[in-house]
């Protein structure tokens, strides 16, 4: 497929071929807001979306990168992308983004919540901050955006949510108990939040991804370094995964294609949590490789 091949590049840029899978307008006229969408997946779900009819928000606190981001997202697809500084970590200022949105774009359809952080890093070795930090912004952030938007829009209107989640606390992944733990918080609150918010017509659904190619993460954590050390060859699917594939499971929950899907976490990691050698030692030499390269 032409939108996979594509795909074979590091940086924030559109596809420069796109093949549909699904129809054209699946989310014609619709509103998007993204968490974290200036970069890596969260840029390109917002890409598939505009070029599926949808407006979009895409929503960090680096105003100068989402700006380059918004200009080249609405010049590849002609649909409009409204920037907005934002930290997930603080309600007052998801409060203003949110207010910026319904003024300018008129209504939110879909939110998606991408931002997050994450390092290696061995539990004897993690500060208290950085844990702290951690499950602040993937799980808080994650909280914080959701009640923001159900309370001023979803409640009356309706609306889906995806959340970007991780396997990472599904067989307890060395080096990452901070993230592992905010991510499997995120994975409970998607199911509390289908139970509670389902009445309003509101879908809460999640995407766990795998080791994706592109992505600042997965340059950090495995790259190269990993391709070498023969990871991917205990992966069933024999690769990492890309950008687009984690767009379009994230278009599939955010549309009308699983209208009666609420409270799932969509694993698309190519098999990896089941098979991945969850070895210290040798994630410590990637890590370290990786660090050596910064």
């Known amino acids: ?131 702290k930090t951690v499950v602040e912004i993937d799980t808080m ?39 592992g733990s905010a991510k499997a918080a995120n994975d409970a609150m998607t199911r509390h939040l289908a139970v509670e918010w389902g009445p309003s017509g509101v879908r809460v659904n999640a995407v766990a991804p795998g080791p994706i190619s592109g992505t600042e993460g997965f340059r950090r954590l495995a790259g190269h370094s990993a391709e070498a050390a023969g990871v991917f060859q205990s992966i069933p699917l024999q690769r990492a995964g890309n950008k687009t594939e984690m767009a379009h499971c994230t278009l599939f929950l955010a549309s009308r294609a699983s209208s009666y899907v609420t409270g799932a976490i969509l694993v698309a990691d190519g098999g990896t949590w089941l098979t991945l050698p969850n070895d210290v030692s040798m994630l410590l030499g990637i890590a370290s490789s990786q660090s050596a390269k910064l």
């Open 1 to 131: 497929m032409a939108a996979l091949q594509a795909e074979d590049v590091n940086a924030d840029d559109c596809l420069t071929s796109y093949t549909y899978i699904y129809s054209p307008d699946l989310l014609k006229n619709q509103v998007a807001f993204i968490t974290g969408g200036g970069s890596g997946i969260g840029f390109r779900i917002a890409e598939v979306f505009m070029r599926h009819g949808c407006d979009t928000v895409i929503a960090s606190r680096n105003m100068d990168k989402l700006k380059q981001a918004a200009k080249t997202l609405t010049e590849a697809t002609g649909r409009r992308c409204l920037p907005l500084c934002m930290d997930v970590r603080q309600p007052e200022s998801i409060m203003a983004a949110v207010d910026e949105t319904l003024k300018e774009l008129g209504c939110i359809d879909i939110l998606v919540n991408n931002a997050a952080g994450n390092f290696l890093c061995p539990a004897t070795s993690l500060s208290f901050n950085a844990f």
């Open 141 to 179: 952030g994650t909280f914080n955006t959701c009640k923001v938007v159900y309370d001023k829009w979803f409640k009356d209107h309706g609306g889906n949510i995806v959340n970007i989640s991780a396997t990472l606390g599904y067989k307890g992944q060395v080096l990452q108990v901070h993230a």
